[in-house]
């Protein structure tokens, strides 16, 4: 059963730093520089998660600091195999570093745990889709948020960040 779809999802966690690439909801423009570094295309077919969705005349990537998305609470089963599942890519110049990321992670009233970090580095790294999970059940009977986040955290590199088909399912 599907508990979670990726159109709950909204913008910004209060405490986004950065001062553009913010994330975005809609269907997505291709950018290119050296590969595709933000995706024409959805996995779902439409509106899919992505920082800067217009391509624009300039680079609308990430740029100084972290821009983050998170749905509104879900309140989890108190039984079942609880499983996290979305489709994510990074992409990045060869001028990142390890501090630029795309970041998921779950909230709680007890905190904040990282479940996947997906760093950057200084060699080209081209937009694709790939799959994610991540396991859900020790959370299970508690409202959590699902948290994601990208970031050009060090000096100004280009960074693109995308996400779509979210979803908690429980077995």
Same mark, same amino acid.
């Given at each position: 059963m599907?508990?979670?779809?990726?159109?709950q999802?909204?913008?910004g966690?209060?405490?986004d730093t950065a001062v553009t690439?913010?994330w975005?909801?809609?269907? @997505?423009?291709?950018?290119?520089?050296?590969?595709?570094? #933000? /995706?024409g295309t959805?996995?779902?077919?439409?509106n899919d998660l992505?920082?800067?969705? /217009?391509?624009? &005349?300039?680079?609308?990537d990430?740029?100084?600091?972290?821009?983050s998305?998170r749905?509104?609470?879900?309140? /989890? @089963?108190a039984s079942?195999t609880?499983?996290l599942?979305?489709?994510?890519?990074?992409?990045?110049?060869?001028n990142?570093?390890?501090?630029? !990321?795309?970041?998921v992670?779950v909230v709680?009233?007890?905190?904040?745990?990282v479940? !996947?970090t997906a760093?950057?580095?200084?060699?080209?790294?081209d937009?694709?889709?790939?799959t994610?999970?991540?396991?859900l059940? @020790?959370y299970?009977?508690q409202?959590? #948020?699902i948290? !994601?986040e990208a970031a050009? &955290? &060090?000096?100004?590199s280009?960074?693109?960040?995308?996400?779509?088909?979210?979803t908690v399912r429980?077995?």
């Amino acid at each position: 059963m599907a508990l979670y779809p990726i159109k709950q999802l909204t913008d910004g966690y209060g405490t986004d730093t950065a001062v553009t690439g913010a994330w975005e909801r809609g269907d @997505p423009e291709a950018t290119d520089s050296s590969g595709p570094k #933000q /995706l024409g295309t959805t996995v779902s077919g439409s509106n899919d998660l992505v920082t800067a969705r /217009l391509a624009g &005349a300039s680079a609308g990537d990430v740029d100084g600091g972290t821009t983050s998305i998170r749905p509104p609470s879900i309140a /989890l @089963p108190a039984s079942g195999t609880l499983r996290l599942g979305y489709s994510w890519y990074l992409a990045h110049a060869d001028n990142a570093t390890a501090a630029d !990321f795309f970041r998921v992670s779950v909230v709680t009233s007890s905190g904040t745990t990282v479940l !996947f970090t997906a760093a950057g580095a200084a060699t080209d790294r081209d937009a694709a889709w790939s799959t994610g999970s991540a396991d859900l059940t @020790p959370y299970a009977g508690q409202s959590v #948020q699902i948290l !994601f986040e990208a970031a050009d &955290a &060090a000096t100004a590199s280009l960074v693109e960040a995308g996400v779509d088909n979210v979803t908690v399912r429980q077995a």
